[in-house]
């Protein structure tokens, strides 16, 4: 397979040093230097009139690897799946005007779910701009309310100071996308070189230390606990926080449930994980939050697909929040303890607490406060409902369950492959049914519930992990929304397994319209979509289809042993429902189990 | 309640918008937002009179707080703080009623800044209740047009902020 890479620097130091030089270039070098001086390995984008100038300088610097996509969208979701799947920050670029606006959906993506995106787009030339010229949109005013910051550089001169500024706001405190405009005569003015050798923003301080007497009073609180419960999130899995998080989790007898963007930020198959909790989670993680005394939220943002009627949510528990965000605290619950910080640092804070506690508890003679002792018969409590109340649907023989196709993929990975998702009912499917292991190893669209997003995002995640098995599972609905994107997978042998669970129609919208508007069916029938392995072969990507489980087992084998993109088309039954759903407006106690309960 | 914030804030193009968006798309009520250069150049001062209990309050401020060009933000609602609005107010005048208005005006300390035949136009500073109170006063006679600044604010002398280098103070983000 051929994976685009940094081409190999001899000298690597030697190598910047020749990027640093004050050499009299454009703005389009500048920008391409700046990028390299960033560690940029990779961008995604799509030319057009107001970024030829650099796209000529690219022309001049082969060892910048640029991916040319079939769409600005495409180029936005793999910078942002880049960007989830290594945790550095992800790049595309796009001309004015419509480049810029087919951006929008992406950037808005990458901000709900705080993914380091830095997004350059070309703009008219400065005297152009506010007259409505040819291609001409305010794509600074557009992204304000979707972008951590933007700017619009007016000066060559402050060009290498903006990226370099960019680039430390999107991957620092709580990240997300930064945009850049670039009007045209900016990119191709003149000027010396001067890379900032340090990042001074006035009105950003992106360390938050971990207040510390705030710490030690959520610390004291789960001394007394008997019943807690972590809801672990993104923040986690952003703050690398993963053997902090089973550490902190052990030492304090606490099971953990971990939100659809903080899946694989404790491993699915650690005795005290409880599954996703909120609409579509599993009846032990929310009956433990519901009967919980002390609900500890780390890097989590009680979104209201978690909380459901957040009035009837955790009725018996007062609230600890860690956030490194200020703002999400006391946002939608009343907190009792709040904790501002890194969640890194907060964990390595409290476990160090709780463990010398622990000790001095364990003495002899000393006090019985030892916080596993006290949970014991919570957790006992918890390992009998998640027994008791499993995850579970109706197999067949005759037809292809998608839950079963989710669970032959796990199977076959261990939880050792990177899964990018589309959104609707696979998408739940997954959260459900495949064991995730490890951070950063599941990339789907939670916040914004992007359609489209699961396919170009998995080619940034395979470019980012040349040798980690990438596999993109996805509705019939969202495989249609970026499929030109096969084209990029096809000419730069880009391996990613693409799953669709093709069930021929808008699976969530059909169960929605089933469950809640009485099966009034309205506009979900995708009848006429394409034949998936014939769209597949269009492109030049291996097609496979299954409609038995004998057929799903050898097209799954053969796609794991083809080296390069394979597309497998499962067909599933229409009329199959997510199962546990939590109705609207009713509290995560009121769980639909089965369909027989709806 | 009703809320004053004070926000110090880099003066850059687009920074207005950003907190009117801000404001807009969080759901809270803008009654008045002022803006000036403060002390220092390259900052301005903004006073945005909102309302919002306790929790809606302290969103506001960790909301603005989020946003790079924001340097520092405070929820003076509930400080001892001096306010201060300027109108400015057309009201029609006839030969019986002009000495009558200039009657009504004496205790408000106005400045009378244009005369013509049938108006004249008053300048008045003070809180908001001033302005409220004087206006009323001149609408029987016929108040023409009407321009207010929204308020403006800082905190009394004495109190915690006085004295100190507000711009030496980091934010957290």
Redesign the interface.
């Known amino acids: 397979m051929t994976i685009i890479t940094p081409s190999t620097i001899d000298n690597e130091a030697q190598q910047r040093e020749k990027l640093l030089q004050p050499d009299l270039i454009s703005g389009s070098e500048i920008l391409l230097r700046s990028l390299l001086l960033e560690g940029v390995e990779c961008v995604f984008g799509y030319p057009g009139g107001a970024v030829l100038y650099i796209y000529d300088a690219m022309h001049d610097n082969p060892e910048f690897k640029h991916v040319l996509t079939r769409h600005e969208q495409g180029a936005i979701h793999a910078a942002d799946g880049y960007a989830r799947s290594t945790g550095k920050v992800g790049v595309c670029i796009a001309t004015s005007g419509p480049g810029a606006t087919n951006l929008v959906t992406g950037i808005a993506t990458a901000y709900m779910d705080s993914s380091p995106v830095v997004v350059i787009t070309g703009n008219v030339p400065t005297h152009q701009m506010g007259t409505d010229a040819f291609q001409e949109a305010d794509i600074?005013?557009i992204t304000?309310?979707i972008t951590?910051?933007n700017y619009?550089v007016s000066d060559v001169a402050d060009l290498a100071r903006i990226i370099h500024e960019a680039f430390y706001?999107a991957n620092?405190?709580?990240k997300g996308p930064v945009l850049i405009d670039i009007p045209k005569d900016v990119s191709a003015a003149l000027t010396y070189f001067s890379w900032p050798d340090e990042v001074a923003?006035?009105?950003?301080?992106?360390s938050?230390q971990v207040d510390e007497a705030q710490a030690d009073v959520l610390i004291d609180a789960l001394a007394t606990s008997k019943r807690p419960v972590i809801i672990a999130g993104a923040g986690v899995v952003h703050a690398d926080a993963a053997d902090e998080m089973i550490a902190f989790a052990q030492a304090i007898g606490a099971p953990v449930t971990t939100t659809l963007l903080g899946l694989g930020g404790f491993p699915g198959d650690h005795p005290l994980w409880l599954g996703m909790p909120g609409m579509h989670g599993t009846y032990a993680a929310n009956t433990a939050i519901q009967h919980a005394d002390l609900v500890i939220a780390i890097g989590a943002r009680f979104d209201d697909r978690v909380t459901m009627r957040s009035d009837g949510f955790a009725p018996n528990a007062r609230i600890a929040h860690v956030d490194v965000?200020?703002?999400e605290?006391?946002?939608i619950l009343?907190t009792d303890y709040p904790v501002?910080g890194d969640v890194g640092a907060f964990l390595r804070y409290a476990l160090a607490r709780v463990i010398s506690r622990n000790a001095s508890s364990e003495a002899p003679g000393g006090p019985s406060s030892n916080a596993t002792r006290h949970t014991t018969a919570w957790i006992e409590e918890i390992a009998a409902m998640k027994r008791d109340y499993p995850l579970s649907y109706k197999d067949s023989e005759e037809v292809l369950k998608p839950q079963w196709v989710i669970q032959m993929i796990s199977d076959s990975t261990h939880g050792d492959a990177i899964i990018t998702t589309d959104v609707g009912q696979h998408q739940m499917w997954v959260a459900q049914y495949y064991n995730f292991r490890r951070p950063k190893s599941l990339i789907t669209s939670g916040g914004l519930g992007t359609m489209g997003f699961g396919f170009p995002a998995s080619i940034g995640a395979q470019i980012g992990n040349p040798n980690a098995l990438v596999i993109s599972i996805n509705g019939d609905g969202g495989m249609q929304m970026c499929s030109q994107e096969l084209a990029i997978c096809a000419v730069n042998k880009i391996p990613v397994k693409i799953v669709v669970i093709n069930n021929q129609v808008l699976g969530m919208v059909r169960q929605w319209q089933e469950l809640v508007y009485e099966g009034r069916y309205s506009s979900i029938d995708l009848s006429g979509s394409p034949d998936f392995v014939k769209l597949a072969d269009a492109y030049g990507v291996k097609g496979l289809r299954a409609t038995t489980k004998a057929e799903a087992i050898a097209a799954w084998q053969e796609a794991l042993v083809t080296d390069g993109p394979v597309l497998i088309d499962f067909q599933v039954p229409k009329n199959e429902c997510v199962f546990p759903m939590v109705p609207p407006g009713k509290t995560i106690g009121d769980m639909i189990l089965s369909p027989d309960q709806a | 309640m009703e809320r004053t914030l004070t926000a110090l804030v880099n003066d850059r193009p687009g920074v207005l918008a950003r907190v009117a968006g801000l404001f807009s798309r969080r759901g809270y009520n803008i009654a008045s937002i002022t803006v000036g250069a403060a002390e220092e150049p390259g900052f301005s001062r903004m006073t945005i009179v909102s309302a919002g209990d306790d929790v809606v309050a302290s969103q506001m401020v960790a909301q603005l707080l989020k946003l790079v060009d924001v340097i520092e933000v405070r929820d003076i609602s509930k400080e001892k703080v001096v306010r201060r609005e300027l109108a400015l107010v057309k009201v029609k005048t006839t030969p019986t009623t002009r000495l009558e208005i200039t009657h009504i005006l004496d205790p408000f300390r106005v400045s009378i800044v244009d005369v013509g035949h049938y108006s004249i136009t008053v300048e008045v500073t003070g809180d908001t209740e001033k302005i409220d109170a004087l206006i009323a006063l001149l609408h029987p006679y016929g108040v023409v047009q009407i321009a207010r600044t929204g308020v403006t604010a800082l905190v009394r002398s004495g109190a915690a902020l006085d004295g100190q280098n507000h711009l030496s103070d980091e934010k957290n983000a």
């Open positions: 600074t005013g304000m309310p951590k910051h619009l706001i620092t405190g709580r923003i006035s009105g950003y301080g992106a938050v965000d200020p703002a605290i006391g946002k009343t501002v």
